[in-house]
C-alpha cells in the first residue's frame, strides 16, 4: 500500500520522545512505504495535528496531561464521520485498564487500540495499514455526504426555478386567457413543453443538451403523416440546460401563436426555422430565425399575448438583445441574436 506524504488522512503522526524511538517506528514505516511524520511534544504537535493526520501512534512516555489535552481538542474539532485510530503502545507493566478508561474520557472520539511494548513491528505495520483502510473508508463516506449535500442544495435550487417558471407561465397565460378552458388548455400545453424539455435534459445525462435535439422535441407533437410543416436546419450545438428550456418554452410560443393566427393555421403553410454560427473578433456569435409562409395575412396585433411577451423577455435575456419581430404580410418573423458564449457550456468552447 503506497500513500502519498501530503495526502490528507494517509499519513501517520508518531509520537515516541524516549530515547529514539520516534526515529526507528519512523524508518520501519517508510521501508514499508507507510508516510510517517514524527513530532515533538512541543509546537509540532499542534501544527503537525492541523494537518489532518490519518493515524496517530503514541508512546506511552508521551501520555502526559499536555499532550492528552492537546490531542483532545484535535478530537473535538473532528466532523461526525472522523473516527481517529490512535495506536497506543504500553510498557508490559502498565495498568491497560486504567490508561483505557482515562483515554475514553479524555478522547471520546478516538477509535483506541492498545499494544504492549515490544512490539513486532510488523503487527505494528499490519495495525497500521488495517487502520489507514478504515481511514479511507471514512473519507469517501465524508466524500458520498458532500457530493450528497451537493445533489440536496442543486435539486432544491432546480425546485425553486421550475416554480417560478410555472408561477410566471400561470400568472402570464391567466391575463391572455378569456375562459377557464382557455386557461386549462394553455397552461397544460406550456407545462407539458417545460416537462419535455427537462426530461431532453435528463436523458442528456447532465447540464447540457443538443441544441437539435430540443428543436426536434419541440417540433415532434407537430408532424403529422410522418411529415413536419416546420423544417428546422441548422450546425450541431451543445448548449446548457437554462438555454435548452428557454429555447424549447419560446419555440412552443412560437408553434402555438402560428397554429392559432399563423402559417399552420392553414393547410399549405409552412415554417422555415434556422440556427446558424458566425465567427467574429468578439466571439461566436449564434443567429435564429422563424419564418412563416403560406398562412393568412399577417397585421400586427394591437395588443401583445403572453407569447410575444414571454419571446421578448426571454430571448432578451438569453441573448443580451430584444429578438425581431416582423408582422409582415406574407407571413410572421421572428429573428434573435446573441454571443454563442451566452447559451452554450464552458466546456464546449475550449
Not at 425553486?160 to 388548455?185: C, P, W, Y
Request: proline share 5%.
Amino acid at each position: 500500500m503506497t500513500h502519498d506524504p501530503e495526502s490528507e488522512l494517509d499519513w501517520v503522526l508518531v509520537l515516541a520522545p524516549f530515547r529514539k524511538d520516534s526515529d526507528y517506528i519512523a524508518a520501519f514505516l517508510r521501508e514499508q512505504r507507510v508516510a510517517v511524520k514524527a513530532a515533538k511534544l512541543d509546537d509540532d504537535l499542534d501544527l503537525l495535528l492541523g494537518q489532518s493526520p490519518g493515524i496517530i501512534a503514541i508512546t506511552h512516555e508521551a501520555l502526559n496531561a499536555g499532550v492528552i489535552d492537546r490531542i483532545g481538542n484535535h478530537l473535538v474539532e473532528q466532523p461526525d464521520w472522523s473516527e481517529v485510530p490512535i495506536i497506543v503502545l504500553l510498557e508490559r507493566a502498565a495498568s491497560v485498564s486504567r490508561i483505557r478508561s482515562h483515554l475514553e474520557r479524555e478522547w471520546p472520539g478516538a477509535r483506541l487500540l492498545f499494544h504492549t511494548r515490544p512490539i513486532a513491528p510488523l503487527e505494528l505495520v499490519n495495525a497500521i495499514q488495517s487502520n489507514l483502510l478504515v481511514r479511507l473508508r471514512q473519507r469517501q463516506v465524508r466524500d458520498n455526504i458532500e457530493r450528497e449535500r451537493e445533489i440536496r442544495l442543486e435539486l432544491n435550487h432546480r425546485v425553486k426555478n421550475i416554480l417560478a417558471s410555472v408561477t410566471s407561465i400561470f400568472q402570464m397565460t391567466k391575463r391572455g386567457a378569456a375562459t377557464v378552458e382557455d386557461l386549462s388548455a394553455d397552461f397544460s400545453s406550456r407545462l407539458q413543453a417545460l416537462a419535455d424539455v427537462h426530461s431532453a435534459v435528463f436523458a442528456a445525462g447532465g447540464e447540457e443538451v443538443s441544441f437539435s435535439a430540443v428543436v426536434e422535441l419541440t417540433v415532434s407533437p407537430y408532424i403529422s403523416g410522418g411529415t413536419s410543416r416546420i423544417v428546422a436546419r441548422g450546425p450541431e450545438l451543445v448548449v446548457t440546460r437554462d438555454a435548452a428550456t428557454t429555447i424549447a418554452l419560446c419555440l412552443h410560443e412560437l408553434i402555438t401563436n402560428a397554429i392559432k393566427y399563423g402559417a399552420l393555421s392553414q393547410p399549405a403553410g409552412t415554417v422555415d426555422l434556422t440556427w446558424t454560427v458566425h465567427e467574429t473578433e468578439t466571439g461566436g456569435r449564434f443567429f435564429m430565425s422563424w419564418v412563416e409562409t403560406g398562412g393568412p395575412s399577417v397585421r400586427e396585433p394591437t395588443r401583445q399575448g403572453y407569447g410575444t411577451r414571454y419571446i421578448r423577455s426571454a430571448l432578451g435575456s438569453l441573448f443580451g438583445s430584444t429578438p425581431e419581430m416582423t408582422y409582415a404580410p406574407a407571413g410572421f418573423r421572428c429573428q434573435a441574436a446573441g454571443l454563442l458564449s451566452r447559451m452554450t457550456p464552458a466546456d464546449a468552447r475550449t
